[in-house]
């Protein structure tokens, strides 16, 4: 069983920058592959980023480039750094775990592979 609590979310203007966490419970949170997904209103849960157990990281192309996604083991958190941010990147933002498929296979990107997830956290980008 894993718990994931986000934060770092607010309000910022286009061009700006925010760094959200999740911080997991559980002792063997090195040994899940960890994402980010976000939902605008009206819109699917989409995949923004995801990191294996070994750090190997994948990136949805919109966010390509801007986003960095990292983990720190030690302290059972994985970040989003989200950098040039733009209007259409405005949404809730959840952070997910799913089982290890491998150290350092690419990070899968669908929804349905992720079985722990937060409570997602706010990001509002203003024009």
């Known amino acids: 069983q894993v718990q994931l609590v986000e934060s770092g979310g607010g309000l910022v203007q286009a061009g700006g920058s925010l760094r959200l966490s999740c911080a997991a419970s559980?002792?063997?949170?090195?040994?899940?592959?960890m994402g980010w997904f976000r939902q605008a209103p009206g819109k699917e849960r989409e995949f923004v980023a995801g990191?294996?157990?070994?750090?190997?990281?994948y990136y949805a192309d919109s966010v390509k480039g801007r986003f960095t996604i990292s983990r720190d083991n030690a302290k059972n958190t994985v970040y989003l750094q989200m950098n040039s941010l733009k209007p259409e990147d405005t949404a809730v933002y959840y952070c997910?775990?799913?089982?290890?498929?491998?150290?350092?296979?690419?990070?899968?990107?669908?929804?349905?592979?992720?079985?722990?997830w937060g409570q997602g956290t706010q990001v509002t980008v203003s024009s």
């Open positions: 997910a775990a799913g089982p290890n498929n491998g150290w350092y296979s690419a990070p899968p990107s669908g929804r349905t592979y992720y079985n722990y």
């Open positions: 559980g002792r063997t949170f090195r040994e899940y592959v």
């Open positions: 990191i294996s157990s070994g750090g190997r990281t």
